[in-house]
């Protein structure tokens, strides 16, 4: 018998409604101690809906309440579901859950009811993840590709694959059993076909990772430059708003920034660094730092310059920038065009004015034409880091296979490499799963969900 698990299933704070999730054997039978109504909830029908009143165990009236019923195993978890609808006052909402907990249901988990989804079969856990990237989503783009995973599209792909190499092990291990009668039942070439086929798939799948990371968390674009070359000034500029200070003192920004844009749809992370100078002040210092750990995350660096001081004059800066960070690109602005005047030398420089607006639109387009080139690739899934390392290893499982095939091996030696893949792809899927594992999935969920 499951423990009954109790939480919020809304986000916590003053909002018009709240919804109270339960979930386990005997979630009804708690829910009903509660529900003052003319309905007895457990005699309901599943999915339905009740009006009625949420009370205390001395018969205090809490809230006004309606009650949905979700029965086993046609719920979210596969277990009883009760979710109940109060206003959205905090110590409504905590009150309610309190209630619960003091009649028997503990406080869940971060991502407890998912994992019960999935030990009960509702879901497998590519479908699990794409849940918390779901919640997660920060665009349209990343919600659509998201909810495509959570149907199922790249669960199907995966298990169509895995059926195709246990095809393959079967008829490798079907040869043996007569190889002393000399039997050959396959053609080699055939089976290394098939195998590639597999073997391209999961490299398109690896190659869309660093894509997957752009539209999970957005394109990251960091303003860097010498000091008072006007980076906070374009930073405010690009989000329409102040959001930095902006001072004629140098090294006014000690720390960094960042703000969420949205170019076309598509998610960018913009931060605004710190100058980069040498300096005294161990505040400011701390500041400069702290820029080389942003350039390694950003997938894109503007590199501001002040026009004014002369069109070269960060130049060297830019010769460091891709000396230390070769696999970045940079796009260089020559700022305060609006007082030096000066011309274009090639396409990769970009003319503005910060504090005037001028040049902006023409950036914003550079950055989305970026943007849009990096995360072009994905389609029905978001590859994280755990699905990365798994696929990785598939990989090089099947390359063993292929490898042995091109030197001859007996089928006993490519049917080990096959199986290792499939039992990696076990792994993908959560058909294969250990604790550990599964609690360091579910623990980067909300409580709640």
């Known amino acids: ?85 109060s206003h959205g006052a905090i110590i409504v909402y905590n009150e309610i859950i309190n209630t619960f907990i003091e009649s028997g249901a503990r406080l869940a988990k971060p991502g407890e009811f998912t994992q019960r989804a999935f030990l009960n079969g509702k879901l497998d856990l590519l479908q699990a993840e794409a849940v918390a990237d779901l919640i997660n989503s920060v665009s349209f783009l990343s919600e659509q590709a998201s909810e495509r995973q959570l149907e199922g599209s790249f669960t199907n792909r995966v298990k169509k694959f895995k059926q195709e190499l246990i095809e393959i092990a079967g008829l490798l291990e079907l040869e043996l059993d007569f190889s002393e009668e000399d039997i050959e039942f396959i053609d080699k070439n055939e089976i290394k076909r098939k195998i590639y086929e597999v073997y391209d798939y999961i490299q398109v799948l690896l190659d869309d990772y660093n894509s997957s990371q752009i539209l999970r968390t957005g394109f990251y674009i960091s303003i860097i430059g010498f000091p008072n070359t006007g980076k906070s000034t374009l930073f405010n500029t690009m989000l329409d708003k102040k959001r930095a200070i902006v001072s004629d003192i140098p090294g006014t920004t000690r720390d960094y920034l960042e703000e969420y844009i949205y170019l076309n749809g598509i998610p960018a992370k913009l931060f605004d660094t710190a100058g980069i100078r040498k300096s005294s002040d161990i505040i400011e210092l701390q500041g400069i730092k702290l820029v080389d750990s942003i350039i390694k995350q950003s997938n894109l660096l503007l590199v501001l310059n002040d026009s004014n001081l002369g069109i070269e004059y960060s130049d060297n800066l830019i010769k460091d920038l891709k000396s230390n960070y070769g696999d970045k690109e940079i796009i260089l602005l020559q700022n305060k065009i ?81 199986r290792k893949a499939i039992k990696k792809i076990g792994e993908l899927t959560g058909e294969i799963y250990n604790e550990e594992i599964l609690n360091s999935i579910f623990s980067k969920f909300c409580i709640g969900k």
């Open 1 to 85: 018998m499951s423990e009954t698990i109790v939480a919020l299933a809304t986000p916590p704070g003053l909002s018009g409604i709240a919804v109270v999730r339960l979930s386990g054997d005997n979630a009804i039978d708690v829910a009903q101690k509660h529900f003052q109504s003319k309905i007895d909830l457990t005699k309901s029908e599943s999915h339905r809906i009740y009006y009625g009143q949420f009370v205390k165990k001395d018969g205090l009236i809490i809230d006004t309440v309606t009650v949905s019923i979700f029965r086993e195993p046609n719920s979210y978890t596969g277990e009883n579901v009760i979710e109940v609808s």
């Open 338 to 418: 609006d007082i030096s005047k000066i011309q274009e030398r090639n396409e990769s420089e970009v003319l503005i004015s910060a504090k005037y607006g001028i040049g902006i639109d023409k950036l914003k387009e550079k950055l989305y034409d970026s943007a849009h080139k990096s995360i072009s690739r994905v389609n029905d899934q978001l590859i994280n880091q755990r699905q990365y390392n798994l696929l990785y290893e598939i990989k090089i499982n099947l390359m063993d296979a292929l490898n042995s095939i091109d030197n001859n091996m007996e089928n006993e030696f490519i049917s080990i490499d096959v």
